[in-house]
């Protein structure tokens, strides 16, 4: 499966994006979907996640209550609606993909095999 991310772009401190996460070659059923960001600074770290089956989802601290991962299928997309956005979101987002990720695995970028090309968001304060 090839994964397209898309969605990033210059917010305000307290605005709002929305990314999204595209597959193709093939459909998310059985697949975990994980969005990750990255900066110079840091290692890339895991924001958020769902079990395209089940509908389950994750959520780093640092993001829960301010953003949502949803999912359409007739699209064969997910997205991460991105909420009270501040500078420390600042980042480079990804988004990847598995079928063989268990649940201790979820937050782990070195569990996903599948990853889109990542897209810049920017927040200014």
């Known amino acids: 499966v090839q994964l397209q991310a898309s969605g990033g772009g210059l917010v305000q401190a307290g605005g709002s994006l929305r990314l999204s996460c595209a597959a193709s070659g093939g459909t998310f059923r059985g697949y975990t979907i994980g969005w990750f960001r990255q900066t110079p600074r840091k290692e890339r770290e895991f924001v958020a996640g769902?079990?395209?089956?089940?509908?389950?989802?994750y959520y780093a601290d640092s993001v829960k209550g301010r953003f949502a991962i949803s999912r359409d299928s007739a699209k064969n997309t997910v997205y991460l609606q991105m909420n009270t956005l501040n500078p420390e979101d600042t980042a480079v987002y990804y988004c990847?993909?598995?079928?063989?990720?268990?649940?201790?695995?979820?937050?782990?970028?070195?569990?996903?095999?599948?990853w889109g090309q990542g897209t810049l968001v920017t927040v200014s304060s």
């Open positions: 990847a993909a598995d079928r063989h990720i268990i649940l201790s695995s979820t937050r782990s970028p070195r569990a996903y095999d599948y």
């Open positions: 769902t079990k395209w089956s089940a509908g389950t989802t």
